[in-house]
């Protein structure tokens, strides 16, 4: 709470700095584009240096700043054939921020890059280099500052050094980290660090003082990390940032390699470098006993999920129903189930194992990473609905009730046990309970035979009960018998197959969106439809024509329902949050603004998101610069509800586009991306 006040008060320092008339001698940059030669020559390269003066006290920054602070960036506008490389980055200084250690430049910063010029310039002429160039300094607050700056060079056949520069160049030069290439280096992951070791080449002497990352996910070693001696090596420590700096509920997106700078009396330049996990190690048998029990008890009480007490149930079922029957079947139908947990976890694992050891030997993979595919997710949430909609008896698969298998049993179900096995694994996933977690993790980290014997006694866990029921037959005696109870058994089991695909959408949510549920909502009713249909008029005592038209709408519903809830594309469209103040901000800075007023609750808002943002409305939009707002009325909101009746609207939704100096455009209220396109047209 502390941290995100304070960032507020940042932003509203930034704001009134930004809008006060100060004076330029005193508080805003002097920028200057400068060649290191004075006539240049086709083919060949040559730098040009971007000094920014900046005023006393004032810093900009390195291009990981170290916080929410903006980097010098440039964009070159060039003659036909030239070519521009990055921005030669200096050393900056490690200073401390308001959200830890930041990277800075004071006084007059240069940052050199290099041009190339083409094969077919011509000489005799010149050429004109223009660079828009964008930075931000800070001292008690923050100033976005900007300017276009150009460069006339004349062109000869040979080219010719500026002698009055070469001091600035050069100072510059030095000030570049050197590259190493002889210098070895590796990554490796150590618990919640990083440990980069280095075994520089001549290039580097004395001893390093810090180490500046490039990614945003690392500290210097300066906070709270170490630089040490190891031999002909130094071993550098650094602390990964895992929360963002400003909304402690966001995760910093953990990245899978490193690049920065190893600061000394000469500063080397670290190229980009994997990071690789530690190797697994065998854990003695004391250490490794605990985690085989964890994970056979974690496969038993995982019968008792919602997601997979349902399949077991009716299995159980089917021992009522071969009570008295050949002990013989019931013993392999015990074993086909065993067996069919056994393989789908091998499966499941030997995924596992194979994303382990593609991401490094460990890094982000989980028991449970399948989870976070949108079309894993959505498929495991259309099976427990459909499941759940058959065992209520909404529909039928198959000659028996009994058989989550369906189809798929054979006469003496042996398939039906397997592909039951199978299911029960598939939907123990989303039910891996709470107390997995730590045996879970203990076994991803093993070598691979402790890594697949910990999950094949959590497999061995799961298939135990029924594996059991078969191998001592008097058991199933305990049972009760079969009775009409069996129906009513069945129907209460689909309730918790109807909570795991609850439980599911609000997982699929999560990836998705909460947005785009509404698609998802309707597309499992529409299935829910189909589903009817089929068990209500696709039955063997009915014409054959009625079969066959309940067939074809099954067929249509089930698509156009699966249409519906499929994942949507990838996002190409952010929105910012609503506020008056918001908008009067990027209309002072000459920024058009496209303001949607909606609400969760309103069907015509939905619509309008589905059909009017094309990806051809939303490259014109970013295109023309617009920024879009979202004023979200799901919630009682006054100033949205006034601002609505400032456009002479009374009711959601309202589309408006302003532009500085322009009489506003509010959009019809269903959108079409013609309405859209037309209003943008007019900016």
Known sequence: MQRHLLFLVLASFTTLTTKAELDPSRTASVATLASEEKAIAPEKSFTVALQLAHPEGWHS?????????????????????????????????????YF???????????????????????????????????????????????????????????????????????????????????????????????????????????????????????QPASAGGTIQRDGDAWQVTLKRIKKDLIDETKLVPQGKSLSGILVGPVSIEIPDTTI??????????????????????????????????????????????????????????????????????????????????????????GWGYQLQNPWVVLTLMLLMFVLALNMFGVFEMGTTATSVGGSLQSKQGLSGSFFSGVLA??????????????????????????????????????????????????????????GVWMESFKQAMSFLLFATAG????????????????????????????CWIHGRWNLPHLKQSTRLTALVLTLLFAAGGFYLAKPPGAAAIEWEHWSEERVQS???????????????????????????????????????????????????????????QKL??????????LAPGKEPIILPELLSPADVMEALKKL
């Open 586 to 644: 990027l209309l002072a800075e000459g920024k058009p603004v496209y303001i949607d007023f909606t609400a969760k609750w309103c069907a015509t808002c939905q619509v309008n998101k589905k059909r009017a943002y094309t990806p051809e409305v939303i490259a014109l939009m970013k295109q023309k610069g617009v920024v879009l707002l979202k004023g979200d009325k799901t919630k009682p909101d006054p100033k949205i509800e006034e601002a609505i």
């Open 276 to 365: 690789a996990s530690p190797p697994a190690q065998s854990l003695p048998f004391s250490k490794y006993l605990p985690i085989l029990g964890g994970m056979l008890l974690g496969g038993l009480i995982l019968n008792l999920m919602p997601c997979v007490f349902p399949v077991i149930g009716l299995k159980i079922m089917g021992f009522v129903q071969q009570a008295g029957s050949d002990r013989r079947k019931i013993v392999l139908h015990g074993i086909t189930f065993a067996l069919g947990v056994l393989a789908s976890f091998g499966a499941l694992s030997g995924i596992l194992f194979a994303a382990r050891e593609a991401a490094g030997g460990g890094g982000q993979i």
């Open 100 to 218: 830890g250690k930041s990277f800075a430049y004071l006084g007059s910063p240069v940052f050199l890059v290099e041009i190339t010029a083409p094969k077919s310039l011509h000489t005799g002429g010149s050429v004109t280099l223009t660079a828009n160039a964008k930075w931000q300094i800070c001292k008690d607050s923050c100033i976005g500052e900007a300017k276009s700056l150009s460069l006339t060079i004349p062109v000869a056949a040979t080219a010719e050094k500026d002698g009055a520069l070469t001091g600035l160049f050069e100072t510059a030069r030095k000030k570049i980290p050197v590259r190493s290439p002889a210098a070895k280096i590796t990554a490796q992951s150590v618990g919640d660090d990083i440990q980069l070791r280095i075994t520089p080449d001549t290039a580097f002497t004395g001893t390093p003082t810090d180490f500046i990352p490039n990614q945003h996910f690392l």
């Open 503 to 530: 439980y599911l959408s609000w997982v699929y949510a999560g990836i998705i969106d909460f947005d785009n549920m509404l698609g998802p909502i309707f597309g499992l009713s529409t299935i829910a439809v189909a």
């Open 425 to 482: 694994t598939v939907v123990a996933t989303p039910c891996s309970a709470p107390f997995l977690g730590a045996a879970i993790g203990a076994a991803i980290a093993l070598p691979a035979f402790q890594f697949f014997a910990a999950f094949g006694a959590m497999a061995v866990g799961l298939a135990l009960p029924y594996l059991v029921l078969s191998i001592f037959p008097k058991l199933i005696d305990l049972l009760p018998r079969p």
């Open 61 to 97: 920054y390195y291009q990981n700043s170290g916080g929410v602070e903006e980097s010098p960036s440039i964009e070159w506008q060039l003659p036909a054939g030239f070519t521009a490389g990055p921005i030669q980055w200096p050393v900056p200084e490690v200073k401390d921020g």
């Open 648 to 657: 002479g609207r009374a009711a959601i939704p309202v589309n408006i586009l």
